[in-house]
Every structure is written in C-alpha cells, then in structure tokens.
C-alpha cells in the first residue's frame, strides 16, 4: 500500500495562494495517477488529476480551473498543488490519493482512488 503525506495547507486570506505537496515513501509518485479532493462536511469531492509521469495529462473541474495547478517534482518525488485565488469555498481538508498506472489514466473521482493522505487543513478567511 502506497503511504502518501500531504502538507503546506494553512489559513490564508481571500485572493491568496497556498501550495500544497503530496510525497510518498518507499514508492515513486511517477508512477501513479494522483488525485487532490477537498473534504467539506458531508462530501469528499475530487477537483482534480494528473496522470502518471509518463502520461504526463492533467484535469481539472470547472471549479478550480485556471486557479489550481498540479505538477511533478519527479526529483523529489513529490505532487504539487498550486492553488491561486483562493475563495472561502475553497476551505476544506485536501488529501492526495493515488492509484496505478494500470487502471488507466487518472480521474476526478476520489472514489475510484485506492492510497490517501492523512489529509491538510485549508482555511480562507479574513
């Protein structure tokens, strides 16, 4: 079983930018879909994927479009998340999850996942 760590979440005003990172131990991230999904009350949602290292796809819901970017630090193995513009709505628990390249390429939905993170609390508040 892949064991993933998020970190970097935090309080931050409306409009600023956090990035969070997802690293694993004993397993390289290049070879696995990653999925970042916010845990609101009563709902896990995925708001967006990127596909295995080699695959090199990403997706995003329209939610976070433009605002949020994922990428891969191969070297370090480690999965980014930059988020920008950040809004109150934004608050959550963010986790990174993981599934193998052999199921395919990534998707949105945090139930297909198989590995989560412990999770990183986001607030966005004045």
């Known amino acids: 079983q892949l064991q993933l760590v998020e970190s970097g979440g935090g309080l931050v005003q409306p409009g600023g930018s956090l990035r969070l990172s997802c690293a694993a131990s004993?397993?390289?991230?290049?070879?696995?879909?990653i999925g970042w999904s916010r845990q609101a009350p009563g709902e896990r949602d995925g708001f967006a994927c990127t596909?295995?290292?080699?695959?090199?796809?990403?997706f995003y819901k329209e939610s976070v479009k433009g605002r949020f970017t994922i990428s891969r630090d191969t070297a370090n193995n480690l999965v980014y998340l930059q988020m920008n513009s950040l809004k109150p709505d934004d608050t959550g628990v963010y986790y990174c999850?993981?599934?193998?390249?052999?199921?395919?390429?990534?998707?949105?939905?945090?139930?297909?996942?198989?590995?989560w993170g412990q999770g990183t609390q986001v607030t966005v508040s004045s």
């Open positions: 999850a993981a599934k193998g390249a052999r199921f395919g390429s990534c998707v949105m939905d945090a139930n297909w996942y198989a590995d």
């Open positions: 004993r397993s390289s991230l290049n070879d696995f879909n």
């Open positions: 596909s295995t290292s080699s695959d090199g796809r990403t």
